[in-house]
């Protein structure tokens, strides 16, 4: 073990850990929202963030990048990263609609125990897993380098390089865009109040199946959109990509308190640094060992997470 | 009861209104047949039941009875006490390695060391369980999935016990009753686990009809209720999670024993996914409905072998139709009414 790191790296590992965290953030978004509005850990979200990676590979595959090129100028990359970034959104939001009908509607209508939706859920994960593995030849899938990444600017050890700059700002405005959406819009307002109490909007004409498919489709652009970031930021993917991920992404909604969108902000960000400082002391191998103990520990320390709602009434 | 009628599906009430009116001999007989079918299974070579690239015997003691070992197990735990455990395969695991090491630093052999699986399994089980048990529903799933992971992700980073690699050359079993174990021949692994899983039947079945199935029925239809009627909750749910451990830690014993080298890499999420699937596919609760639910998952991937690597993604969209068609699994449990029954 070696503590120094801390020290000497310390504003780098800052930096990585609020990208990691900003990725985290807006797959965790979609397990919140969908655990707001269902009471349901929606285990297939983590498939699809895969599907937004592979549709972000697929899209860049179309305009024949070999990952020789220089790489492209700045407005060039964001043009191509908006078009990709869309795609991904669009597919992604589409994959969790169609999942939420799929998977999860007949058995809601049906009145079926939780575990039958959670079995539900595992089988359209796996079943979305081996069609990609399928389709990528269990391959790993190498992104090409569009971005320079040499530091821009630099500040005793931290790096700042367009990429990092591109997911802080990009996700920044994402989170500004949600925030509006979940405030200010009838769509809303809608989420809030089936998340608070489904009985009483159906009873003031909240068309209950219709903002859950929303709340779905607003998860899937989400984690659409963090995929595209997580393609500029690690190049690669693989059809399990979503599981690690995931599993990050959720354990950072547990740690805000899972249903509450700040807190998944919140907890994503400390995750995200927390899983960076403790990889360069114990090093990389441990670093899902440490995720998993600080989902262990917060549930058994603080079920609620550190910006918890009132979930106990929902844990039944 | 429910009324036997032509538009009635549900095989399990059939079934038992057939059992209700039959006779002692019947059922014995009954018995006697199922379980000399079970034991025959290694001897019928028929084509209809062969498994085409992987060796039927083979797949007779992995997955299926193994499957049905650990669902049973996993069953006291989710289908009688309603406890979500998605971590299950790290139970599985620890008998594994317990075995492992055991055998090859230790003069035991297995006899002598499956209760030293099953112990650190249920050790296992008290020290998850302990803490754990505290939360109920999905967090409490999650813990478990975390603890799973833990498991298989501490046992990848420790070289002392194989890292990556795993360990290999595991010994066998030593022969017993005259039946000698080999590397080559499945059968006898079989025949043995499937003599573990009846006497583990036994004991459940015994346990589901005392009070601690009492109890774990009222934990799970309602734990505040069941407190408040004064079960100590926290007591019968961590005895479900220290025998769920138990015969998990066993079928990792056997397990080990029969192939002889393991790898962190055999005790994946999805095996403990797997195996909660045969429980809530079977019927949770229904210990045949488990059972027919470890059966169908074990087999039906090697079946579909010719489908190669189609298979899993065929086998993940039959778990959501047949979640989409019956929710409560193949043979779901009778509500209440079995208690009733029993209670005249």
């Not at chain 1, 797959?27 to 850990?41: A, F, N, P, Q």
């Not at chain 1, 400082?277 to 114990?282: E, H, M, P, Q, R």
């Not at chain 2, 499937?194 to 239809?221: D, Y």
């Not at chain 2, 699937?277 to 949770?284: L, Q, R, T, Y």
Request: positive net charge; contains cysteine; hydrophobic residues 55%.
């Amino acid at each position: 073990m070696d503590f120094s790191i801390l020290i000497t790296n310390f504003w780098s590992l800052a930096l990585d850990g609020i990208v990691v965290g900003a990725i985290y953030a807006l797959v965790s978004l979609g397990y919140t929202l969908v655990y707001g509005v269902l009471r349901l850990i929606n285990f297939a979200h983590s498939e699809i963030f895969m599907i937004g990676t592979m549709v972000v590979y697929f899209v860049v595959g179309l305009f024949g990048f070999t990952g020789y090129e220089d790489p492209l100028p700045l407005y060039k990359f964001i043009g191509m990263f908006l078009l990709f970034a869309v795609a991904a959104a669009v597919v992604s939001g589409l994959a969790a609609v169609v999942l939420e009908i799929v998977a999860y509607r007949r058995l809601r209508n049906m009145g079926a125990s939780r575990l039958s939706s959670l079995i539900s859920a595992i089988g359209a994960s796996f079943f979305l897993v081996e069609v990609f593995r399928k389709i990528s030849d269990s391959k790993n899938l190498d992104f090409p380098r569009l971005i320079n990444k040499d530091p821009f600017f630099t500040w005793g050890t931290l790096y700042l390089s367009a990429d990092k700059v591109l997911v802080i700002v990009g996700a920044t405005i994402i989170f500004i865009i949600l925030n509006a959406i979940i405030h200010h819009t009838k769509l809303g307002l809608g989420i809030r109040a089936v998340s608070q109490d489904e009985r009483t909007s159906i009873l003031m004409g909240v068309n209950v199946n219709r903002i859950i498919s929303y709340t779905f489709l607003l998860g899937g652009v989400l984690a659409g959109v963090g995929s595209a970031f997580y393609m500029v930021f690690y190049e690669t993917t693989k059809a399990n990509v979503g599981f690690l991920v995931g599993i990050s992404a959720f354990t950072a909604a547990v740690l805000g308190g899972i249903g509450n969108v700040k807190g998944a902000l919140y907890g994503s960000f400390a995750l995200g640094l927390f899983q960076q400082y403790t990889s360069a002391v114990l090093g990389y191998n441990w670093r899902d060992v440490v995720t998993f103990a600080v989902l262990v520990l917060v549930l058994l320390i603080k079920p609620t997470g550190l910006f918890g709602e009132a979930l106990q009434k929902a844990r039944v | 009861m429910s009324k036997l009628t032509a538009s009635s599906f549900n095989l399990r009430d059939r079934f038992g209104d057939w059992w209700d009116v039959a006779t002692p001999v019947q059922k014995g007989a009954f018995r006697v047949a199922i379980i000399g079918l079970f034991y025959a299974l290694p001897l019928i070579n028929n084509p209809i039941i062969d498994t085409p690239e992987t060796s039927f015997d083979s797949v007779l003691f992995y997955p299926l009875i193994m499957f049905s070992l650990m669902a049973v197990g996993l069953n006291v735990v989710v289908g009688k006490s309603g406890i979500l455990d998605l971590g299950y395969v790290a139970f599985f695991a620890i008998g594994a390695y317990t075995h492992a090491l055991m055998s090859i630093h230790t003069a035991l052999n297995l006899w002598e060391i499956i209760p030293f699986a099953m112990g650190f399994a249920m050790l296992a089980g008290v020290i998850l369980g302990l803490p754990a048990l505290r939360l109920r529903g999905d967090y409490l799933a999650i813990i478990t999935l975390g603890f799973g992971e833990i498991v298989r992700i501490i046992a990848i980073n420790t070289d002392a016990i194989g890292g990556a690699m795993g360990i290999t050359d595991i010994p066998g079993p030593t022969s017993i009753f005259g039946i000698e174990f080999t590397v080559m021949d499945p059968r006898p692994f079989y025949w043995l686990t499937l003599t573990l899983l009846l006497l583990v039947i036994w004991g459940v079945i015994r346990l589901s009809h005392r009070k601690p199935g009492r109890a774990w029925e009222a934990i799970r239809e309602d734990e505040d209720v069941a407190e408040f009627m004064g079960v100590s909750t926290l007591k019968y749910k961590l005895w479900a999670f220290i025998i769920g451990g138990a015969v998990g830690g066993l079928a990792g014993s056997i397990y080990a024993s029969q192939i002889r080298s393991i790898q962190p890499e055999l005790f994946t999420l999805n095996l403990s996914i797997m195996i909660l699937a045969c429980v809530v596919f079977g019927g949770m609760g229904n210990i045949w409905g488990v059972i027919l639910g470890a059966v169908l998952l074990g087999y039906i991937p090697e079946k579909l072998r010719f489908l190669s690597d189609y298979r899993i993604i065929f086998f993940g969209l039959l778990m959501v139709v047949m979640m989409n068609i019956r929710p409560n699994g193949l043979l779901p449990r009778k509500k209440r009414e079995h208690f009733q029954e029993k209670s005249k």
